[in-house]
């Protein structure tokens, strides 16, 4: 990397014009109003803030005053080292082997923050928040405490915490000041764990994040609680209480909530369910415009009394949608004897749907006998005609021995496949197996997450469950240690430190638009523009909003 200084006296300040370069380009974004006084509250949390260890470190109980050390840490620092420019400028900070500048302390911290040294962000922000060196700016030190605190630093943490407790450089944000002083305390800094104990924090469970959230009107949270109490991911399942969140959040247009609390309310009260399945369809929801045109809409559309006469007619639609309410028992109790009669009236017309069903027959012997081979026949037939159910009972059939046929894998999926492509849930749930499992496909759990989410937001209740075990095991695997392959340029230095300053910025606003910590999609999008990497924006997601459906 290029030498910072090239000048030979020992002022160790790098030239004006490289600095100003690099500070215009990552703190440009920074720019605060004219000094003025503190206030009490600002003053007791000027007080409070600590400096990093690397800044507590007395390098004069060694060799801190030696020259060569000094020449060493000074040629390191000039090549780039962030490690030794941090020390370099603490030298010069507190007079450590050189005579105390803090003036010419702040470019070296600067350059040290530019290639992402956390605790020279940290020491940096004190400078400004003390007035070391550089004019005190508490907006300044904010914001360089939350870009160390995005980097995991604990003493950022503990610093912003401070910040945000007492409006130092930002808004007061108790609660969001609260969860920086814990997780600050777990990753060892003892000022926290002091903080920690003597106002007995501890940390909330994701049920009383949610809560606190929902309560106060946020739409996902309000989801995010009712999907837990209807998994159980959180305890015990609670449908009634998921359903009223999940209502509270679709009143709200949410996008997935309304599939949900339809999917809770069908047999209960199928009229109710098609009204919101019809609602979500008008947002443009397309497994909702899907499952609106299932048995339960239909019902809703044809009442059975309407569906008699057309079906004595010899309506073939008409005879099959009637004996898919006989089968099932919607809107009254069982009748196979009515249904199989009706169901091979409408075949001997040729629908396919009918086809389907009499698979059905076949398979569960109702009205007939029990003929597995003759089940798969009639599912085959329909499969083939476009049927998606008959499709996912030909998979299924395919996937084991004893279903009537001999088990093919790779075919199995095929047909899983074509029924989950027009949203049948049972197939997205089956295909999302195949692709955890490695049955018919090779494993691969970003393609099993992609089907039972799919299946989930549709709301096939065993999506819904499979996900939730899908991401509790990916959640338990040991995360890979990550390995730096190249080091970074300077332009891809600066670039990454702006999108963390920025996204702390944009957290931040979230929050005062009432997030309460929860992840956005329009978050997301706006940290991509800003050039945030991916790594980036799993740190987000971990540190903002720990577990998402």
Known sequence: MKSLCSCSHTCGRAPARVVS???????AVLLVPPLRALTADEQRAADKLVDSPGARADWRLKDGKSPALVRRIKNEAEAGEPAAQHRYGMMWLQGYGV????????????????????EAMVDLGVCYARGSGVEQE?????????????????????????SREFGFGTTKQPWEARDSMVEAADLGSVAAAEEVEARQYRRLSRREILERAATSGNAEAQFCLGYDLLT???????PVEAAQWLRRAAEQDHPKAGIYYANLLEKTD???????????AANGNQQAQAKKLELKALQQRYPVARLEQSAARGDAQAQVELAMIYYNGQGGPVDLVKALDLTRKSVAQGNPMAE??????????????????????WWRKAAEQGVAMAQHNLGWALASEGRGTTPNAEE???????AANQGYGPSLHALGLAYRDGKGVPVDLNAAEFWLQTGADLGDPSSVSALAMLKKEESARPRPVAVTVKPMTREEIEQDLDAKVAAVEIVAELRKRGYSGLVDPG????????????????????VVAPVLP
Do not use: C
């Open 21 to 27: 370069s690099l500070v215009t380009l990552v703190f």
């Open 412 to 418: 199995s999926v095929a047909w899983y496949r074509k």
């Open 523 to 542: 978050m997301m999008a706006e940290l991509k523009k800003k050039g945030a990497d991916a790594a980036l924006l799993q740190e987000l997601r971990r």
């Open 232 to 238: 159980g991911s959180d305890g015990g399942e609670k």
């Open 138 to 162: 508490p907006a300044q030190a904010a914001k360089l405490f939350a870009a160390a605190a995005a980097l995991r630093n604990a003493e950022g943490l503990y610093n912003l915490a401070i």
């Open 99 to 118: 005579e105390k500048d803090a003036a010419a302390a702040i470019p070296w911290l600067e350059a040290a923050a530019l290639q992402k040294d956390a």
């Open 270 to 280: 199928p009229a109710e369910a098609a009204v919101w399945y019809a609602k979500a």
């Open 356 to 377: 389907a069903y009499m698979g059905l027959f076949y398979y569960g012997g109702h009205g007939v006998k029990k003929e597995l081979h003759e089940a798969v026949s």
